[in-house]
C-alpha cells in the first residue's frame, strides 16, 4: 500500500484493541496534528489559491475527524486526555531538508503525504484485525479518507516542483520511512 516498504505487524492491531481508550485519545490528537500541519502549509504558500483551498479542505476533515473521535470517547466514558508526543512523527521530521524554500515546501508535502500514508495503513489493519465492530466501520472510513490526503499531498509535491525530482525524493522518504518504522508497533498509538 503507497509502495511502503515495511508493513504494520497485524499483531499490533491486537495491543491497540487491548488499550481502545488510549488508542482513541492519541488518534485523536493525530488528527489535531494533522489540521494544524494543513494551516501551517497554507502559511507557506498565500500565492497558490488552489492549493490553499485544498489545504483547508483537508484541515476542516482533520478537525472534523478529531470531533468523531472525541465523540466516541464520550460516548465509551472515556477521557480525552493530554496530547501525545507522537515520536514516529519527530523521527520521520529529522529526514526533512533544510534547504531552499521550494525544496523544504515539497519536503513538508512530502513529510505530511507519508504520515497519511502510514495512517492510512494502519487504519486498514485495525480494520481488518479489530473485534470492535463500530470501530472497524470508523476505521474503514477514515482509511478512505487518508488515502485521499496522501493523494493530494503528493501531487501538490509534484505541482510545486520537479516530478521527477519530487519522484526520487519520494523514494529516499520511503526508504527513510522504512527504517524508522522498524522500532515501532509495539504500542497502543496510531504510529506507536
Avoid at 481508550?21 to 494544524?36: G, N, P
Avoid at 515546501?105 to 502510514?118: P, V
Avoid at 474503514?140 to 526520487?168: C, D, P, W
Wanted: charged fraction near 30%; proline fraction near 3%.
Amino acid at each position: 500500500m503507497f509502495k511502503l516498504k515495511l508493513p504494520t505487524d497485524p499483531r499490533w492491531a491486537n495491543i491497540a484493541e487491548g488499550n481502545l481508550s488510549e488508542i482513541l485519545t492519541d488518534h485523536a490528537w493525530c488528527e489535531q496534528k494533522a489540521a494544524t500541519n494543513s494551516i501551517t502549509l497554507i502559511t507557506l504558500l498565500p500565492e497558490y489559491p488552489e492549493i490553499v483551498t485544498e489545504l483547508l479542505k483537508i484541515a476542516q476533515e482533520e478537525l472534523d475527524h478529531f470531533g468523531q473521535v472525541h465523540e466516541i470517547i464520550k460516548a465509551r466514558g472515556y477521557e480525552l486526555g493530554r496530547p501525545r508526543k507522537d515520536d514516529y512523527v519527530n523521527d520521520l521530521a529529522k529526514f526533512m531538508i533544510q534547504g531552499s524554500r521550494e525544496d523544504l515546501i515539497i519536503d513538508k508535502m512530502l513529510f505530511a503525504a507519508m504520515i497519511e500514508a502510514r495512517s492510512c495503513e494502519r487504519f486498514k489493519v485495525l480494520t481488518e484485525n479489530i473485534k470492535d465492530e463500530e470501530l472497524k466501520i470508523f476505521y474503514r472510513e477514515l482509511m478512505i479518507s487518508e488515502a485521499g490526503h496522501y493523494t493530494t499531498f503528493i501531487g501538490f509535491a509534484r505541482q510545486l516542483g520537479n516530478e521527477e525530482k519530487v519522484n526520487k525524493r519520494w523514494e529516499e522518504w520511503l526508504e527513510y520511512e522504512a527504517k524508522v518504522i522498524q522500532g515501532y508497533g509495539k504500542k497502543e498509538t496510531i504510529h506507536g
